[in-house]
């Protein structure tokens, strides 16, 4: 089954409004990366985050391991942050990490 | 620092005919190394890893070979392209197994017509 669930699958916000994007995760996790990918299709890394809070600027993660859940929180979104978010998943004892299908960002002005 | 650099950026290939895609990392030794494929509208893919030279494991099953034949060099081929076989081929390196950041590159887009 699905091991790595993104949701919501797409997510329209104004200027200025706060996103808050999940990660759902069904077996044990050894770690927990979030990505921004461009238009073209790179990655670019946001977060590295097998557990607890991270931030970086408008950008907040937050990884709960027991709750095998991990969250991606934009504050003040603006246009700019418009893309597709992914998260990725690593189980334990494995090497093959899970990305999500992703959460399709969009602001408008 | 570290760099990551795929070749080529793009490719338009013919249906049946060879492929060869490249992956150099370079200011870091013995990365794992790692190839992604994302067909469009789809969900990334990890189709094949790496821990050391020589040795490759295969993730997913898509007709598809992998080959390091050197530290810092990972390579994707087959004889014969298949339709299912254009996407997005990302490749990346992590320090270690188990539990580490990956590094992505810039990435090659294929189309097989």
């Known amino acids: 089954g699905q091991q790595v669930q993104q949701s919501p699958a797409s997510l329209v916000l104004q200027e200025g409004e706060n996103a808050e994007l999940q990660c759902n995760f069904s077996?044990?996790?050894?770690?927990m990366q979030w990505f921004y990918q461009r238009p073209g299709g790179s990655l670019v890394s946001l977060f590295y985050?097998?557990?607890g809070t991270k931030q970086s600027g408008r950008l907040t993660s937050t990884t709960v391991i027991k709750e095998r859940r991990s969250s991606l929180h934009i504050s003040s979104s603006q246009t700019t942050d418009s893309g597709t978010y992914l998260c990725?998943?690593?189980?334990?004892?494995?090497?093959?990490?899970?990305f999500g299908a992703g959460t399709k960002l969009t602001v408008k002005p | 620092a570290q760099t990551i650099h795929q070749w080529p950026v793009a490719e338009i290939k013919a249906v049946g005919s060879p492929l060869s895609l490249g992956c150099t990392i370079k200011?870091?030794?013995?990365?794992?190394l790692y190839w992604y494929w994302q067909a469009t509208g789809g969900t990334l893919q990890q189709l094949f890893y790496?821990?050391?030279?020589?040795?490759v494991e295969s993730v997913v099953q898509l007709n598809l070979s992998a080959s390091r034949p050197k530290d810092d060099q990972f390579i994707l081929s087959t004889e014969k392209l298949l339709l299912s076989h254009s996407g997005f081929y990302l490749c990346?390196?992590?320090?270690?197994?188990?539990?580490?950041?990956?590094?992505f590159g810039p990435g090659t887009r294929l189309t097989v017509l």
């Open positions: 077996t044990s996790l050894n770690s």
């Open positions: 985050n097998p557990s």
């Open positions: 990725a998943m690593e189980r334990r004892n494995n090497n093959a990490p899970r």
């Open positions: 990346a390196w992590s320090p270690g197994l188990g539990g580490r950041e990956q590094y």
């Open positions: 200011g870091k030794s013995s990365p794992n």
């Open positions: 790496s821990i050391t030279v020589g040795q």
